[in-house]
């Protein structure tokens, strides 16, 4: 039996809650994520800032600006794709996040990007590329070249908040985006709408394509573009618990 995708507020309703690590001290509040329910494409960065904190949003702020920018090289807006983060909760000073953390809050991403199902996820900078690929492998080599993890086809690219410190960064992460951008024309695919609602439940008819989650649970690599590293197992995991079992959704997945 396959496992049914939860919807958006129902997970949110979980990270709300969630107290899980010592950064639920420190927040605001959560930052769950935002966007197209049923996107194309997949933004995962790291951790909440201290705007994002403040706003409840990720990437608002001078990253956020410049991510927007990013998008139009691309070709798209931020309406047309779902941001979320590795970690739900600021880390204090922004220092990176932690194993322990990043263990314990990405099956909350994990059952975000079943429940949304894109084509590809975009991972921005170390943390989120290293958590879906699997690999130690790092952002400076993997950057700009096409990966798969299960059925999702990943495409790891430089944080914006790089390129904000370092501008030689600029051309490379621009051209990324434009590589993004045209593997996105390559491949149209009708069954990906633009926004309608924000945060609303995916499509039940993605939920209930027995096609869809038997892509989900393996590999369907286009061998002409992708470099797989490894696949993202917490991407792949979990597949067949009934839904009882499976909460609460910050719980070990294995
Ligand atoms: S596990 Fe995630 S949502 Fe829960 S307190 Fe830690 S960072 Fe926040």
Do not use: W
């Amino acid at each position: 039996m396959k496992k049914p995708h939860i919807p958006l507020g129902q997970i949110r309703s979980e990270v709300e809650a969630c107290k899980k690590c010592a950064l639920c001290e420190g927040r605001t509040q959560i930052v769950f994520g935002v966007g197209n329910p049923r996107a194309r494409v997949m933004i995962v960065g790291e951790a909440p800032g201290k705007n994002e904190d403040l706003q409840g949003e990720p990437f608002v702020g001078a990253a956020g600006q410049y991510l927007n920018e990013l998008l139009a090289f691309a070709g798209l807006v931020r309406e047309d794709i779902y941001i979320a983060n590795v970690l739900k909760c600021r880390p204090p000073g922004n220092r990176d996040p932690q194993p322990d953390e990043i263990a314990l809050c990405t099956p909350y991403l994990r059952e975000q990007t079943r429940t949304i199902d894109p084509e590809f996820i975009v991972t921005l900078g170390n943390f989120s590329t290293k958590f879906i690929l699997k690999t130690d492998v790092g952002i400076t080599r993997l950057h700009g070249k096409l990966q798969q993890a299960g059925k999702f086809k990943v495409f790891p690219i430089f944080h914006p908040a790089a390129a904000i410190y370092d501008r030689s960064k600029r051309d490379i992460m621009e051209a990324d985006f434009r590589t993004l951008g045209a593997l996105l024309a390559e491949s149209p695919d009708p069954k990906f709408v633009r926004s309608e609602a924000d945060d609303a439940p995916a499509d039940p008819a993605k939920a209930a394509s027995p096609a869809q989650d038997a892509s989900f649970a393996g590999a369907s690599e286009d061998p002409q573009k992708a470099e797989p590293v490894v696949p993202g197992d917490l991407l792949t995991a979990d597949t067949s618990a009934p839904a009882a079992e499976r909460l609460p959704l910050g719980g070990d997945p294995r």
